[in-house]
């Protein structure tokens, strides 16, 4: 079972929050987060203006000043959480059923009552690249042999990325310059925001077997790096080389 999809249920996870009004506290607590992620979860509610945390590996909570507690419209936002995290969406309910919430993104709202019980649940999943095509920037690399250094150009080029595994698994085309074919790069278990990968292709007139590893910065944008060692001509040399990829669109 992969990091993101802890509970079986294709890439997401709830995180659920219980509302508590008694004795005029206001209370949030967190039941269940991601296996594997850091402290990092901290929630708005309004009209408290609530955000400070209590944390510790598997709960979060905080309370409202008592004479901030009143009936009415209320909103918890998940407002800042481990970075290779996304929030897909948000609901609450409460204890007698009778208030629809509203729910935007990373926020959702509920009219409550005193003494109401309240869950709110914010359905997250880990940031994948989209999938289609990208335009990929590779920079200037260098093939080192020996101590002589070889330069290579800057190349802009447009390649494609498809899902498997519900996006633990990108097969990428044409993200660097001088592959050919495909290559399969995993979502790295100890860093969700890393997926690596390994194709045996020729760069700059050296067929090695290079190692990919592309960062996700935003579901539209990422940054890799290409490396290698191999014997050429009886020399050792190392290959390294930067790329920036940027998301064009579907097909």
């Not at 940054?223 to 050792?236: D, L």
Request: proline share 4%; net charge positive; charged share 25%.
């Amino acid at each position: 079972m992969s990091i993101s999809d802890p509970d079986g249920t294709g890439g997401s996870f709830n995180c659920i929050w219980t509302v508590e009004l008694v004795n005029g506290r206001f209370t949030v607590k967190t039941i269940t987060k991601p296996s594997g992620a850091e402290s990092r979860f901290k929630y708005r509610v309004t009209p408290t203006g609530l955000n400070a945390l209590k944390a510790s590996p598997t709960t979060m909570s905080g309370a409202s000043d008592e004479e901030s507690l009143r009936s009415g419209p209320w909103s918890v936002e998940l407002i800042d959480f481990d970075d290779a995290w996304k929030v897909k969406r948000s609901s609450c309910t409460e204890s007698d059923g009778t208030t629809p919430s509203v729910a935007a993104g990373s926020s959702a709202s509920i009219g409550v009552d005193v003494d109401d019980r309240v869950v709110c649940t914010f359905e997250l999943e880990l940031l994948t690249p989209r999938e289609g095509r990208w335009r990929s920037r590779n920079g200037a690399g260098r093939v080192v042999c020996d101590g002589l250094t070889i330069g290579m150009e800057p190349v802009t080029d447009v390649g494609s990325i498809k899902h498997r595994r519900g996006g633990d698994r990108l097969v990428a085309r044409g993200l660097s310059s001088g592959s050919s074919g495909s290559v399969t790069l995993d979502r790295d278990q100890n860093d969700p925001r890393r997926y690596t990968g390994s194709k045996t292709f020729t760069m700059q007139g050296v067929t090695a077997r290079f190692k990919v590893t592309l960062d996700v910065i935003t579901e539209e944008r990422a940054t890799g790096m290409v490396t290698a060692k191999a014997r050429v001509q009886g020399k050792q040399c190392k290959i390294r080389r930067p790329f920036e990829i940027t998301f064009l669109g579907g097909g």
